[in-house]
């Protein structure tokens, strides 16, 4: 069954505009954690921002924001204010928690993944 | 920067030959990934560690994958006999809550 499920099988956005992915999740589990990755063209998987499921507010790092709307199971993830250097693939993961803390942690997996492109 | 380390970066090897992928995962992460990439399938998940004991290789052909932690600097991912359809980017990656992937070894069977 799919887990993770990106709809936007690519984007296009202007620079300097804000650009929302979108990423929806499947699990019955209540311990879970959603992950954001870049993979621009040179191929390496930049970790970008994580949000646990107990998690009251939204994580941020930077220019990245995540979407976090847990009755709806979705993790959007924000960049204002977009750069060229922001095209590339984008990945959201869950990584489910079985049990009592970290080490009941389970695998990361994927969606299939969002190719943005910024215009200049 | 503490990183995932993967050698070799790049792989090009005949049909048949073995092939052995490492990986020294960030010091104090007790959870280390191995995923394949391609175009056609995307990421899928190989085999997962934790505190070095193997938790799920489900998704390796067990004919001809295995993979291994001799201990907790190093995870191998073994390939015999390497297959042309084995071609795809492998990822390493480790973490105990957030998880740090690898730059990849990219291999090619000819």
């Known amino acids: 069954a799919q887990k993770i499920t990106q709809t936007q099988p690519g984007m296009f956005v202007q620079e300097k505009e804000a650009v929302t992915l979108d990423c929806t999740y499947d699990?019955?589990?209540?311990?879970?954690?959603l992950f954001w990755y870049k993979q621009p063209s040179s191929g390496e998987m930049i970790f970008l921002i994580y949000?646990?499921?107990?998690?009251?507010q939204n994580a941020t790092e930077g220019r990245y924001s995540l979407n976090f709307q847990k009755a709806r199971k979705s993790a959007n993830l924000v960049i204002s204010a977009s750069q060229l250097g922001d095209s590339a693939m984008y990945f959201c993961?869950?990584?489910?928690?079985?049990?009592?803390?970290?080490?009941?942690?389970?695998?990361?997996?994927f969606g299939q993944g969002t190719r943005l492109t910024i215009n200049p | 920067d503490a990183r995932v380390t993967q050698t070799p970066r790049h792989k090009v090897t005949e049909m048949g030959q073995e092939v052995t992928m490492r990986c020294q995962p960030i010091?104090?992460?007790?959870?280390v990934f191995w995923y394949r990439q391609t175009m056609m399938q995307g990421l899928e998940l190989l085999a997962y560690?934790?505190?070095?004991?193997?938790?799920?290789d489900s998704g390796m052909p067990k004919d001809r994958f295995s993979a291994e932690m001799p201990d907790a600097t190093l995870a191998t991912l073994k390939i015999q006999p390497s297959e042309p359809r084995d071609s795809a980017v492998y990822f390493c990656?480790?973490?105990?809550?957030?998880?740090?992937f690898g730059e990849g070894s990219w291999l090619t069977v000819v």
């Open positions: 990656a480790s973490g105990t809550n957030t998880i740090y």
């Open positions: 699990t019955s589990d209540q311990s879970y954690g």
């Open positions: 949000q646990g499921s107990y998690d009251e």
């Open positions: 993961a869950m990584r489910e928690i079985k049990g009592v803390g970290i080490q009941g942690a389970q695998k990361l997996v």
């Open positions: 010091l104090g992460h007790n959870t």
């Open positions: 560690f934790r505190n070095r004991a193997p938790l799920d």
